[in-house]
Structures are given as structure tokens and as C-alpha cells.
Nanobody, 121 residues
Framework: VQLQASGGGLVQAGGSLRLSCAASGRTFENYYIGWFRQAPGKEREFVAHVSWSGGSTYYDDSVRGRFTVSRDNTKNTAWLQMNSLRPDDTAIYYC???????????????WGQGTLVTVSS
């Protein structure tokens, strides 16, 4: 499956952004969709994931309550709604696909190209 993340940009602290992950090539509904981020000088870290049907989600503690992950299998698209953004949310955000429940980057088989989110103070 091919993934393309979009929607990043520059936002002030406290603001919101919605990232999109558009998929093509294979049956989208067969994959968990995960979101990861990588800040300068840091390792890529898990942010959230959504299950095949969208019925189950999981969040890292750092974003729980502020970010919401969702998907629409009829549109082959997943989203990451990010609210109450903070400067430490600044990173390149990636979407990825895994065939089953996965929280570590090594468990994901397919990756999008990333979209930059910059949160100013």
C-alpha cells in the first residue's frame, strides 16, 4: 500500500491542525494505520494508531486527550486531528500501515513521506 501524508504547516501554540494520510494500491481496510513523528535530533516515535475498522484507537501519553486519530475506509484515508498544539509537538509526522496491532515503528511495513508540523510559541 502506498501512503501519502499531508496537512502539515506552521501553527501557533494552542492551535490545531488536521493531518491526512491517503492510501492507494492495496486494500486499505486490511491495515492498521499508525502515526509517528520525528523531531530534529530525536528518534521516530509512536503517536497513535487506529484499527482496521476504526473501532479501536490508541495514543501515546504525550498526545492523549489532545489528538484524535480516525479513518474512513470508503475514502482510503486516515486523519490525525491535533488540538492544543505545543512547541514540543514540532516534528515531521509520518503515517504508516501494519497488518495487525502495532505500536513500534519496526512493526509497520509501509510508510508515507512525512509532513512537517511546526508549532511556534
Amino acid at each position: 500500500v502506498q501512503l501519502q501524508a499531508s496537512g502539515g504547516g506552521l501553527v501557533q501554540a494552542g492551535g490545531s491542525l488536521r493531518l491526512s494520510c491517503a492510501a492507494s494500491g492495496r486494500t486499505f481496510e486490511n491495515y492498521y494505520i499508525g502515526w509517528f513523528r520525528q523531531a530534529p535530533g530525536k528518534e521516530r516515535e509512536f503517536v497513535a494508531h487506529v484499527s482496521w475498522s476504526g473501532g479501536s484507537t490508541y495514543y501515546d501519553d504525550s498526545v492523549r486527550g489532545r489528538f484524535t486519530v480516525s479513518r474512513d475506509n470508503t475514502k482510503n484515508t486516515a486523519w490525525l486531528q491535533m488540538n492544543s498544539l505545543r512547541p514540543d509537538d514540532t516534528a515531521i509526522y509520518y503515517c504508516a500501515a501494519a497488518e495487525k496491532f502495532a505500536r513500534h515503528r519496526n512493526e509497520y511495513d509501509y510508510w508515507g513521506q512525512g509532513t512537517l508540523v511546526t508549532v511556534s510559541s
